[in-house]
């Protein structure tokens, strides 16, 4: 269909950004946090209509704009959304009014370049997702680690610039070899654009697609995180601000994933195959693995980081399944992860503002003094926990069929973490809200329950879990069709699966 | 009428979410009122769906009712959608009909408590998710009963979350074990769904059993059933899984009548009979589940014989049952399961109704070895505790003694082995039945206190008990020997099963009658009269006295051999592999690089604006070199 706005994603992309100029030239910080909050509203409406434009069977990119950007070098200012990113732009136009709303609820210093900083890192976030050019992408990818790092190194806790550097060092470090694999691609095919790429794989040898392959895969396997490559994760998470935490779960983990899905697979088809099995068997450890370690973490934050850990790892299960169960599921879990952990860090937060500590052993009884909370806490426990009926459950089935197709072994393996993902988040709950209050600061006449605006913050997360929970098509109707296009665009990876 | 077949979940549903909602507004009455009537509209929807199946003829009695397109990828299709079929619709019936009566009972026996709004918005939950179980038409949708059936559960025994005792430790961590255990069991469920879909494309249970007897080999229909055993055993506590059952019972009593004996804990056995066409290809894992059945019924029976806490020997006697069940489906004998999963949940929750009324007049208690002489006090609670007790040892005529014959029959004929246990179990059941009975109501008050407080508990739980009493009584009438109505009723979903040979219904039937007397007899004699002559006959099974009361040791062995060596393990994991190792590592990397070059060390100074500057220089040489070179 065609766009309703001209330059619609454009717009998209760019609102926060102008929302981030009018944050830093208004004075004060009511205004500032006024502004901010509208901006993030605004982008989210906007980007609604993608979602009330779209054309449900349509594979390929819509919305598109291309403009030459730099003709030289075929660079080109190329953007697009299909079923796979359509989504992820509306996760994080979703997930930012939330974040800025919690923000200003709870952030006390300098909020001004704080807010500045988030929205930036939207703009940047949301160019990621829909940017078609190598190079294009590679900028927005590049550009959400500078407002991170601020916010980490700056508004976060303890220690903050020790996490917040070992952030932007090791994904740059991935980052920086990927550069050098996007310019020999280019160089290989004469292309930057991934509209084109998967076409011209033929021009670039076995040995150069694996070591093309390997770059771009380290980058995003940073990212996700895949194992071994997570342990910034929880130093991140641990000493980040609230709203820090819910985007770099929320969203900047899906950078990889979504980067891996994206470029990594259609550019170099076959080394992606032959080295699918690597992926899995990491993806199955990173599943067991983080699972026992969040078991065992004394920091309900880290916990949660850990459980990422093990989320991502179905994600990258469902990807490299390689199969429309396995890689829509994965699509899907992508948005499911991002609302549970989103939530699930978000109700962190607001306990954080309320005790000023995370350490499990502070808590218990909770259920007595803060009811509302821990009901919420429990559904959003569910979630993350992939109880039938709720969204996680939706994401973890499919992708576990597209991996039992594929390779039953490896499916049989994963299901073990549904068990393990029960233990760790009733572990939590059992601490944080059940049990005698043994803590008198737990008592119901020290500790509020939310508030109602505290409930609207966590309300459109719960609903949502049960939406796609209970009507997954609304969903999967508009992510088939692209995720069946990119298998199709890929028979030598099939055929070799096959085989 | 099938049309009409979503309001048994809207119901439940409305109840939960509107005494969630707008409860706290509303007295104790009103919200009782609520989540008790929207119960009994949906047991009134499943009475008028009993007839419209009627109606039909019996090859027809199986109707799909689509409610909408749930899970959709290519070729993975899954609806939301209800099979009405006899099978469903009689355990659909079971389930509001005894859940009714155990809602108006807890509206009584709860009225003290503080938090009743969040209980029966639990149990209206539990109801919602139990529906959803029976009447889902694939394994995916009742997966999500089966879940949600878990975590109802999870929510109600550990309903007192911040109690604790002596018995149960904390009730939280009963709740814990109760979904954590059953997850274990899911794993097996997900699996065989994961097997069923890759081999024969479909989830929904008539095209599987359409499927099955052309596409299936022996062997996955044995793996298959191997995992859904494993299922099984979580949600209907057989070996090895019936660990958390016990425990259950550190939930309020009307809990443990609904869900862990009436209702959700037979869900395992439903499964199985569900899916019978599978069982049926795959002998192996039929014959695996009648040994765990057998084996369960006679160990539980074993441990029930020495509790001493009265809920505690009715849960070891519904583990019993249940193996009971799960010794019938394994055999083949699906009908006479669910005749016995009928009755039992009329008797079983009946005798927990009657436990927490003995609770109720007696402020709590549990300890049968202080009661005593109680039948003069509540005369109501010990005639139908009575009736209950009579139907769980099979006494002839009673209910449970023509289900429990019926699976006694069709484990005859496929192996002696198996009946021989089942009979011997039957006679410690009727045993501890009895002694169940003659301990708390017969004979000198033991403790005087106790005696003289306990009084007889209102009608609004008397009543329901009065009613399950009756249905304890005549509910053998569903299925009586040679008759065969309720098997016959069950066909369209279970299939046909030849007669059993007339002189194994013979022999079953005298010798069950026998057995259950002798049972009464011995218990009798030795806790009513005392007899020096019972002691000595009942003397053998002191050598399981000291083993049973520690229930074998079952529960260490697993934190020993299972739960510490997983945690021990994550706490290596987590401080040494994690942090020592592998982020060692991590941080070891700067290090090198800093011995290395004087340059390189001053990236390390943690001035990201200078990477980022770099980024900048570096992409723009790049280009530079490249317009140059052009």
Not at chain 1, 79 to 107: A, H, Q
Request: with cysteine.
């Amino acid at each position: 269909m065609a766009s309703p706005i001209p330059y619609l994603l454009s717009l998209i992309t760019f609102l926060p950004l102008i929302g981030a100029l009018i944050v830093m030239a208004l004075a004060g910080d009511g205004p500032k946090k006024r502004a901010a909050f509208i901006t993030t509203l605004v982008t989210f409406v906007v980007s609604l209509l993608l979602w009330f434009n779209w054309d449900n069977g349509q594979a390929n990119m819509q919305f598109v704009e291309d403009l030459r950007w730099l003709p030289e070098f075929n660079l080109r200012y190329h953007l697009g959304v299909d079923g796979i990113s359509l989504f992820l732009v509306l996760l994080t136009t979703f997930l930012m009014p939330i974040t800025i709303y919690f923000s200003n609820k709870y952030v006390t210093d300098s909020i001004g370049p704080y807010l500045a900083l988030m929205l930036v890192l939207e703009s940047a976030m949301i160019g990621a997702f829909i940017a078609l050019d190598l190079v294009l992408f590679f900028v927005f990818f590049e550009f959400t680690l500078l407002p991170m790092y601020f916010l980490i190194g700056r508004w976060g806790s303890g220690n903050r610039v020790y996490a917040a550097t070992k952030f932007f060092l090791y994904t740059f470090a991935g980052s920086a070899v990927m550069l050098v694999a996007i310019l020999a691609v280019y160089f290989a095919t004469g292309s930057f654009d991934i509209t084109e790429l998967p076409a011209l794989a033929a021009k670039m040898s076995p040995t150069f697609q694996t070591w093309g392959f390997i770059a771009f895969a380290l980058a995003f396997a940073i990212k996700i995180p895949l194992f071994p490559f997570h342990t910034w994760l929880p130093d991140a998470h641990v000493q980040a601000p609230t709203a820090g935490s819910i985007i770099l779960a929320g969203v900047l983990l899906k950078l990889g994933t979504y980067g891996y899905l994206r470029f990594a697979l259609p550019i170099f088809p076959e080394a992606a195959a032959h080295y699918g099995p690597v992926i899995a068997i990491l993806a199955i450890i990173g599943i067991i693995y983080g699972a026992l370690v969040a078991l065992v973490q004394k920091d309900v934050k880290s916990l949660v980081a850990y459980s990422s850990v093990a989320h991502l790892g179905y994600v990258m299960l469902g990807v490299v399944a390689m199969n429309p169960q396995g890689i829509s599921g994965a699509v899907l879990q992508m948005v499911n992860h991002g609302i549970s952990t989103g939530a699930l860090f978000l109700m962190v937060g607001l306990l954080y503002e309320r005790r000023h500590t995370r350490l499990l052993a502070e808590f218990g009884g909770l259920w007595k003094s803060v009811p509302i909370f821990c009901g919420f806490f429990l559904v959003v426990a569910m979630s993350s926990a992939g109880l039938p009926g709720l969204n996680g459950f939706v994401g973890e089935f499919t992708i576990l069929l597209g991996m039992y197709k594929h390779e039953p072994v490896f499916a049989i393996l994963a299901a073990i973490g549904v068990i393990l993902a029960a233990w760790y988040l009733l572990t939590a709950f059992r601490k944080i809200a059940q049990g005698p209050i043994t803590n008198p600061a737990n008592e119901a006449n020290r500790l509020s329950d939310l508030k109602f605006d505290e409930i609207a913050m966590l309300l459109p997360l719960v609903l949502l879990f049960f939406i796609i929970g209970l009507f997954p098509n609304l969903f999967l109707d508009k992510i088939n069709p692209s995720v069946q296009a990119l298998i199709n665009q890929q028979p030598a990876i099939v055929m070799k699966v096959g085989r | 009428m099938f049309d009409l077949a979503w309001l048994l979940f809207a119901f439940p549903a409305a109840g939960a979410l509107i005494n969630l909602l707008i409860g706290h507004r509303l007295n104790k009455t009103l919200i009782g009122a609520i989540a008790a009537g929207v119960v009994i509209a949906a047991f009134l929807v499943a009475v008028g769906l009993l007839f419209s199946l009627f109606g039909l003829d019996p090859d027809a009695r199986s109707v799909t009712v689509h409610l909408w397109d749930w899970i959709t990828i290519e070729k993975f299709q899954v609806s939301s959608a209800m099979l009405i079929d006899p099978l469903s619709i009689t355990l659909t019936l079971v389930v509001t009909g005894v859940g009714a009566l155990i809602h108006i009972y807890s509206i009584s026996y709860m009225e003290h408590e503080e938090r009743f709004q969040r209980f029966f918005i639990y149990l209206n939950f539990f109801i919602l998710a139990m529906l959803i179980l029976v009447l889902s038409d694939s394994f995916l949708g009742m997966f999500v009963g089966w879940e949600g059936v878990g975590l109802a559960s999870f929510l109600l025994i550990g309903f007192w979350f911040d109690q604790r005792d002596d018995s149960y430790g904390y009730y939280a961590d009963a709740g814990k074990k109760a979904f954590l255990v059953n997850r274990v069991g899911d794993f097996g469920m997900i699996v065989a769904m994961l097997a069923l879909w890759s081999i024969l494309g479909t989830l929904t249970f008539k095209d599987v059993a359409a499927g099955a007897e052309h596409g299936l080999t022996l062997g996955a229909a044995n793996f298959i059933c191997f995992m859904l055993l494993l299922g099984a055993s979580g949600k209907s506590a057989q070996i090895p899984l019936y660990v958390w059952l016990p425990d259950a019972m550190a939930g309020p009593t009307p809990v443990s009548a609904l869900i862990h004996a009436a209702t959700m804990v037979t869900a395992g056995i439903y499964m199985i009979a569900r899916t019978h066409v599978l069982w049926e290809i795959a002998s192996s894992a039929s014959a695996t589940a009648a040994w765990i059945g057998a084996l369960t019924a006679l160990f539980a029976a074993s441990i029930a014989l020495v509790q001493t806490d009265l809920k505690k020997i009715l849960a070891y006697s519904t583990v019993s049952q249940l193996g009971y069940m799960m010794l019938g489906v394994g055999v083949g004998a699906y009908g006479a399961s669910i005749f016995h999963l009928v009755t039992h949940a009329f008797f079983k929750a009946l005798l927990f109704l009657a436990a927490g009324s003995v609770m109720h007049g007696l402020h709590g208690e549990l300890d049968i070895r202080k009661m005593g002489g109680l039948k003069d006090k509540m005369p109501s609670t010990f005639r139908t505790f009575v009736i209950g007790s009579a139907a769980l040892a099979g006494i002839p005529l009673m209910s449970g003694f023509f289900s429990k014959d019926a699976i006694l029959t069709g484990a005859l004929e496929a192996n002696p082995a198996l009946y021989v246990i089942g009979l011997f179990t039957a006679l410690l059941t009727a045993f501890y039945s009895f002694r169940a009975v003659f301990i708390p109501f017969f004979g000198k008050p033991r403790d005087k206190h106790l005696y003289d407080h306990a009084h007889e508990s209102p009608a609004l739980m008397t009543a329901p008990l009065w009613i399950l009493a009756a249905l304890a009584l005549v509910g053998g009438l569903l299925n009586l020997p040679f008759v065969a109505s309720l098997e016959h009723w069950l066909e369209p979903a279970l299939g046909h099963h030849e007669e059993p040979f007339l002189t194994y219904e013979l022999l079953a039937l005298t010798l069950s009658a026998i057995i259950a007397v002798v049972g009464y007899l011995l218990a009798y004699e030795r806790y009513l009269k005392n007899s020096p002559r019972a002691r000595q006959l009942t003397e053998p099974f002191k050598v399981f006295q000291s083993v049973a009361e520690h229930k074998w040791y079952v529960d260490e062995f697993y934190n020993k051999f299972i739960v510490n060596p997983i945690r021990r393990s994550a706490e290596v994991l987590a401080s040494f592999i994690d942090r020592a190792v592998i982020d060692g590592f991590v941080n070891w990397v700067p290090h090198i690089s800093q011995t290395l070059g004087g340059s390189v060390q001053r990236l390390q100074n943690g001035a990201v604006p200078t990477y980022a500057l770099s980024i900048l220089v570096g992409v723009t040489v790049i280009v530079a070199y490249f317009v140059f070179a052009a």
